[in-house]
């Protein structure tokens, strides 16, 4: 039964070093437990922030310690009444092949509804961090104009289809000319800014946004942050929810100062975390899945295979090698 543990903190960006490979043992479920085979690991950026000794929202790992995220997995055996033999679930599991559970804070999904891999997506935490971020801190009216960073991946793809659903402009900022293809074509952005290549990426944000800024959904911070920033508009919205350019630093680099046009404009500019919101994944899930069987949203996805790769696969989330929703299946 392989496992992978957090072997160091890393310093800077991590490395396949920082994970240790071991093996042991397939555990026998006591009473009241469940034998879980994992099938899908969901690798998400907010992980590497577990990686650090830091108290944050959510506690660190512990060195020598099995890794967990959000994982898809099938009961092989129960001893819980509330689970039986054959139902997949949906929890924050450990990096293992296989384990035992009390089933506590356990969810099964239905294979039926859809492709189990869009239960870590679009009706996952994924597209509930997309929904709820605009819901109780965007606010989108129709005619506004949204801006998303992190717009080829997992949750900015689907903030930004949100946004032509809620009858938005919307404009996506990602790393690759592909990625702005693909927003634009299969998601229905209506325009893309590649920060990679951008010469002035103030100035570009206000070519593409000729009125102004009225949301921005933030995924990435550091210096895109900033030139959002110098273009939000009177009342706007500004939705912090990663800052993904800033994860591997170990000193946060400085930036101008924006209290001016905060000030100025009267703009909102919130933190968001997506747990403090759990009385509302309900109704985010009931109308995500509406969207998505009336194919008002799509979804992409990065499938990686092996459970041996699952490290790697985290590691490619900073260089941007996910289309969409990056998940390793077991
Ligand atoms: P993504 O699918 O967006 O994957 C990460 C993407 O970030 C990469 O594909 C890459 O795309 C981009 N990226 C990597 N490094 C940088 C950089 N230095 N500058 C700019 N972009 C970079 O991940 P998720 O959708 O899962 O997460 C997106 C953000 O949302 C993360 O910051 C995450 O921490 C946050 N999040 C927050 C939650 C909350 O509750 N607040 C919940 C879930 C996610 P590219 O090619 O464009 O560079």
Redesign the pocket.
């Known amino acids: 039964n392989k496992t992978i543990l957090l072997k160091n903190r890393p310093k800077g960006k991590p490395t396949l070093e920082d994970f240790q490979f071991s093996d042991e043992e397939t555990p026998v479920p006591a009473e009241g437990e469940i034998l879980l085979k994992t099938l899908y690991v969901s690798v998400?950026?907010?992980l590497r922030?577990r990686m650090r000794d830091e108290g944050s929202y959510i506690e660190p790992f512990k060195l020598n310690e099995p890794i967990e995220s959000g994982i898809i997995a099938e009961v092989i055996e129960s001893h819980n009444p509330n689970f039986k033999e054959g139902d997949y679930v949906n929890g924050t599991l450990k990096w293992k092949e296989y384990q035992t559970v009390s089933g506590h804070g356990i969810n099964k999904v239905d294979k039926n509804l859809a492709p189990l891999t869009v239960f870590l997506g679009v009706l996952g935490?994924?597209g509930i961090?997309a929904f709820l971020?605009l819901e109780k801190i965007g606010k989108l009216k129709e005619g506004e104009t949204l801006l998303v960073?992190?717009?080829?991946?997992?949750?900015?793809s689907i903030a930004g289809q949100i946004g032509k659903i809620k009858g938005c402009r919307v404009i996506g900022?990602?790393?690759?000319d592909e990625?702005i293809n693909r927003i634009k074509q299969e998601f229905g952005f209506d325009e893309g800014i590649n920060?990679?290549t951008s010469q002035d990426l103030q100035k570009e944000i206000k070519e593409k946004c000729p009125n102004g800024v009225d949301v921005y959904f933030d995924?990435?911070?550091?210096e895109?942050l900033d030139a959002a920033l110098a273009n939000i508009n009177k009342f706007g919205r500004v939705i912090l929810?990663?800052?993904?350019?800033l994860?591997n630093k170990s000193e946060i680099p400085k930036g101008p100062r924006p209290e001016g046009i905060l000030i100025k404009n009267s703009v909102l500019m919130q933190g968001?975390?997506?747990?403090d919101y759990a009385k509302d994944f309900g109704p985010a899930i009931k109308t995500l899945s509406g969207w998505l069987r009336e194919d008002k949203i799509k979804y992409s996805e990065t499938i990686v295979d092996g459970f041996e790769n699952i490290p790697q696969a985290f590691l490619d989330?900073?260089?941007?090698?996910?289309k969409?929703?990056?998940i390793v299946k077991i």
Not at 241 to 245: E, L, R, V
Request: proline share 2%; charged share 15%; aromatic share 10%.
């Open positions: 998400d950026p907010y922030g935490l994924t961090t971020g960073s992190g717009a080829g991946g997992a949750v900015g900022i990602a790393g690759s990625k920060y990679k995924n990435v911070g550091g895109i929810c990663g800052a993904i350019s994860y968001f975390i997506v747990r989330l900073f260089e941007g090698k996910n969409g929703k990056m």
